[in-house]
């Protein structure tokens, strides 16, 4: 595996099937409530965080401004902007907890904070209270405001 992009796999995620794992993570946080408010984790954390107020009734949302990737190299994780406190009541969404630099980063500000990913990779997994679905570690997520539809030749085809 090469060490500048440890990523073999791709899965795409599309609007709809981000909105369908958002509404059902959703479901799994409703009867943990009532939260004070969300805190999205940017800039990922942010269309997750809307789906998730909208479905939670949450209107208090704040962001956690981090920053830790430049596309698929990761580096250190540092907080730009963050709210006060020690998160007692809040809820922190991400859209992927990865290697789990984000999510320390995260837990060390806000230890008394649910944190909820939608996606979740092994190393990261045990930082965060929640998560909807479960990817290899090599595995990269391409969310759908990283990419466009376009034409993609068939398997078989490739290499002609």
Excluded at 32 to 42: F, L
Excluded at 83 to 94: A, R, S, T
């Amino acid at each position: 595996m090469d060490e500048t992009n440890p990523y073999r796999k791709v899965h795409p995620v599309s609007w709809e099937q981000l909105q369908a794992d958002c509404r059902a993570l959703a479901l799994r946080l409703v009867d943990r409530g009532p939260w004070r408010g969300i805190y999205a984790v940017t800039r990922g954390g942010l269309t997750p965080a809307a789906i998730l107020a909208r479905e939670l009734d949450i209107r208090l949302i704040d962001t956690i401004c981090v920053t830790s990737y430049d596309w698929q190299r990761q580096g250190e994780a540092s907080a730009i902007k963050r709210p006060e406190g020690d998160g007692e009541g809040w809820l922190v969404v991400d859209d992927l907890v990865d290697t789990g630099s984000t999510a320390r980063l995260v837990r060390s500000l806000y230890p008394r904070a649910f944190f909820a990913t939608v996606y979740a990779k092994p190393a990261g997994r045990p930082l965060v209270d929640d998560c909807v679905a479960e990817v290899s570690q090599d595995t990269w997520i391409l969310f759908p405001w990283d990419s466009t539809p376009q034409f993609v030749q068939p398997i078989a085809k490739r290499g002609e």
